[in-house]
């Protein structure tokens, strides 16, 4: 029972950009909880406090959108760098530099996460082999890597050169 939760919890985590939302979300809990103080510092400190909180809650949010929404991780990730560069000068030295350097990484790796290949399928135990053929396959001339007209381009989301 126990080792099944952990396979589905590795198999969930590995599936989409779970430490750069995990430094996200912690950079937004620092850049929000700065300006929380006790009402007696809230009081002196007033209206500054509000940007703080805000852009806290962005980054809380932009973390949790980057693990339940991989397909948005590039905008998650580009939003939340430039959140916590903000905080830099908007907050607190975007939670006395701690906030600003988790949402800068947490952007970062959010923005270069990319998805695993699907494996292959093994074949089946008794699939027949087929038996090369004694005529010569004039489909693709033997100096040539890859057959003509096509482009041989390892990127999983298809970019092209």
Same mark, same amino acid.
């Given at each position: 029972m126990l080792l099944s939760l952990w396979r589905r919890w590795r198999q969930?985590?590995?599936?989409? =950009?779970?430490w750069g939302g995990l430094f996200a979300v912690l950079?937004?809990?620092?850049?929000?909880?700065? =300006?929380l103080a006790p009402l007696k510092v809230m009081l002196?400190? *007033? /209206? #500054? !406090?509000?940007?703080? +909180? $805000?852009? *806290?809650? +962005? @980054?809380?949010?932009? !973390?949790l959108t980057a693990w339940f929404s991989p397909a948005q991780r590039s905008l998650a990730g580009v939003l939340t760098t430039l959140i916590a560069t903000a905080a830099l000068v908007m907050s607190n030295l975007? &939670?006395? $530099? /701690? !906030?600003? %350097? $988790?949402? /800068? $990484?947490? &952007?970062? %790796? @959010?923005?270069?996460?990319q998805p695993n290949p699907p494996a292959p399928n093994p074949? #089946?135990?008794? #699939?027949?082999?087929?038996?090369?053929?004694?005529?010569?396959?004039?489909?693709?001339?033997p100096h040539s890597p890859t057959p003509t007209g096509?482009? #041989?381009h390892p990127d999983p989301q298809g970019a092209q050169p």
């Open positions: 969930w985590r590995r599936g989409r =950009p779970f950079a937004g809990a620092e850049i929000c909880a700065l =300006p002196q400190q *007033g /209206i #500054a !406090g509000i940007p703080s +909180v $805000l852009m *806290g809650i +962005v @980054m809380i949010v932009l !973390g975007g &939670g006395f $530099l /701690i !906030g600003t %350097l $988790l949402g /800068i $990484l947490g &952007g970062g %790796l @959010m923005f270069a996460w074949p #089946a135990p008794n #699939a027949a082999v087929p038996h090369p053929s004694p005529e010569p396959q004039d489909s693709v001339p096509t482009t #041989a």
